[in-house]
């Protein structure tokens, strides 16, 4: 994708980059409720979207291979999540009380879910974790009270409390 055109699709959304247009920073002004990150971008900076009050679905691309941590933190009515399948990590606090979430897709050849990742996820029913994850951080799943029935581990090896 060009840049001129990739600059312009980042723009039009109301999302910010870096100076190296290869980081999405967190938004100056509003955009779409159903956020589909443009294809390019590679990093989402820690705090990108926290508590963003409107956010409902978010599609990330595939170009993405790295979130920083609190990305999604607090926002209250996100409900649906496509995560890139390059990542490796889901980075910490990621979804931490996102309270409407209820369907996240991790991607197949993740390795790692962060510390705290999705605790108080109360609308969180079911996840599948692919069998590549090696390490569940602690407290991972945390007052996540509707989704016990439904988890499907996969063999996984936990640290010392991930805590369901």
Known sequence: ??????????????????????????PQKPFPNNL????????????????????????MPDSVSKIGDYVFTGSRKLRKVKLSSALKHTGNFTFMNCSALEEVVLPPNLEKIGYSAFENCKSLKTLTIPPTVTVIDDYAFANCSSLLPGILFNKVPFSKEYNL
């Open 36 to 59: 589909i990150i443009p294809d390019g971008v590679s990093f989402i900076n820690k705090e990108a979207f926290r508590s963003f009050p409107k956010l409902e679905s978010v599609i």
């Open 1 to 26: 994708m060009c840049k001129n055109s990739y600059t312009d699709e980042v723009e039009k959304l109301g999302l910010r980059l870096n100076d190296t247009q290869d980081m999405l920073m967190r």
